[in-house]
């Protein structure tokens, strides 16, 4: 039976290999580049880890750590959970900057390129720490507490929406980040 948790796993395994995506489509801003950098991808790209995450991933992950929270036994436990609650809300802004930033550089007004890469790279470190936390604090907790009525309930809960991007049914908005998705993976084009 595939468990909310296990949702929970393959959204960081999608959100790590876009995140790897982006790292190189960002990185064509940089001075002496080879690359060009894909501004529709990165766009897309970001509005899929705006959108997707805050209107599923992270509530899932919030419904379940209310269930959890009760049955931490450590105050560094709890410590974790309260970080994990406050990073959700920094990637949340942090992603609407971001996407508010590329939008400026697609109409070509300006926008300070050092600024702009500085402000990306703290994102996605911020963002492989935040699953990083989750992945080593949160889901094992989550596995170990949790029951499986407890599943049900919050899986029931939130009626599970499909992931736009690698679901079962793709949005529209994103079939441009899908293709170019499948193509890095098929190997067209090497990503760093």
Known sequence: MTTVIDRIIKDHQHMARLLDYLDYEVSGFRKGSEHNPDLKIIIEALDYM??????????LESRLMARLRPRLSTKEER???DLIEDQHRQITAMTHRLVEAFHTVALDQGVPTNLLLAEYTLYSELQREHMRLENQCMIPAMQSLLTVDDLVLVDNDLKQMSDPLFGSHLWEVYQDLYRYVTEREKGLEPVI
């Open 50 to 59: 705006h959108n997707y995450p805050d209107a599923f991933h992270h509530p």
């Open 79 to 81: 410590f974790q959970f």
